[in-house]
């Protein structure tokens, strides 16, 4: 298994989860790292990503100021903090990983490697 998440579960609006992504050398070191979500019957949507080099982060807008990403290059893992959780953070949450350029970080189809995904589920 080259990316294996983790950390997925029931919690209540306004609590918070974090979710972790254990990695391969091969699809970690020198790629960017990101989470994606999807719901029932909702398209995959971009949550936030972390580049190799720097670390630079992005968020997407829903998400910006209640959730962190961060990378353990030693340990090969990312994770997820989600703090002020909604019911409408309600999904399926993948980690991708992959050789990505900034314009397309956003970008489900510029990641090459892809979680198994856990559930996470926000109660009002």
């Known amino acids: 298994v080259q990316l294996q998440a983790s950390g997925g579960g029931l919690v209540q609006a306004g609590g918070s989860l974090t979710l972790s992504c254990a990695a391969s050398?091969?699809?970690?070191?020198?790629?960017?790292m990101a989470w994606f979500r999807q719901a029932p019957g909702k398209e995959r949507e971009f949550v936030a990503a972390?580049?190799?080099?720097?670390?630079?982060?992005y968020y997407g807008d829903s998400v910006k100021g209640r959730f962190t990403i961060s990378r353990d290059n030693a340990k090969n893992t990312v994770a997820l903090q989600m703090n002020s959780l909604k019911p409408e953070d309600t999904a399926v949450y993948y980690c991708?990983?992959?050789?990505?350029?900034?314009?397309?970080?956003?970008?489900?189809?510029?990641?090459?490697?892809w979680g198994q995904g856990t559930q996470v589920t926000v109660s009002s």
């Open positions: 050398e091969s699809t970690f070191r020198g790629h960017s």
């Open positions: 991708a990983s992959g050789r990505v350029i900034v314009s397309t970080v956003r970008d489900p189809r510029a990641y090459g490697y």
């Open positions: 972390i580049r190799w080099s720097g670390g630079i982060t």
